[in-house]
């Protein structure tokens, strides 16, 4: 079994819509990321939470909002989706224990096609 | 801003060849560095971590130069699932938890 699951795999949605997207992890991490990839332009960092508590803004957070429930689950919400929110989202997690910026292991992606 | 740079390619090479990618990071205070590979429409995935002194790891090999803020990946006898596009990731600065991606290099291993 996957030890960061996504849901959706896949959606395609109409703009002005709510979309949820939806990260797990069995790995017992406690830092989880958000991440939209788009062709041309890399990974690009929406939001970070270090713990249930710590929710961080990342680079491209407008326009997204996100909710750790649990140490666990991590879900990325847009309120209004437009066209430009087009994209590969990946959801990726990564240990604090070791006290470095260590390995962070991604999701297998929400391709996300907003009309 | 931070950044880093990286040869877009592709590179287009037979099997058997030896390829090096390198990348630049713009942020002298990143202090944790990572190859990471990529398959087509697939997540990321480590490849390997790179330290300051260089290190191996089968055919493939990574360098750290902090001085002029480059690292390097080296494959030898490239195999055609070498195929995918590598991402150079450094930290975003001392302490930093936060990853910057490269926007990667893309490799064609040619039977």
């Known amino acids: 079994d996957a030890d960061v699951t996504q849901t959706p795999r896949n959606r395609i949605t109409k703009t002005g819509k709510r979309i949820m997207l939806e990260c797990s992890q069995t790995k017992g991490h406690d830092r989880m990321y958000w991440y939209r990839q788009d062709p041309g332009l890399g990974l690009r960092l929406i939001y970070y939470?270090?713990?249930?508590?710590?929710?961080n803004k990342g680079e491209i957070s407008d326009g997204y909002s996100v909710s750790r429930q649990a140490q666990a689950k991590f879900s990325l919400s847009l309120e209004s989706a437009i066209p430009n929110q087009t994209a590969l989202y990946f959801c990726a997690t990564s240990d604090s224990a070791g006290g470095v910026p260590d390995t962070q292991y991604f999701g297998p992606g929400t391709r996300l096609t907003v009309l | 801003r931070k950044e880093v740079e990286q040869d877009p390619g592709p590179f287009n090479v037979p099997e058997g060849a030896t390829v090096a990618f390198n990348c630049t990071y713009s942020?002298?205070?990143?202090?944790?560095f990572f190859w990471y590979r990529q398959d087509c429409r697939k997540e990321p995935k480590l490849l390997m971590s790179?330290?300051?002194s260089g290190n191996e790891d089968g055919r493939f090999t990574a360098q750290l130069n902090r001085a002029s803020q480059y690292i390097s990946l080296l494959i030898r006898d490239s195999k055609l699932s070498d195929s995918a596009t590598y991402l150079c990731v450094v930290n975003a600065g001392a302490g930093s938890y936060q990853l910057t991606f490269g926007k990667g290099t893309k490799l064609s291993v040619i039977p």
């Open positions: 942020n002298s205070a990143s202090q944790s």
């Open positions: 939470s270090f713990d249930v508590k710590d929710i």
């Open positions: 790179v330290y300051s």
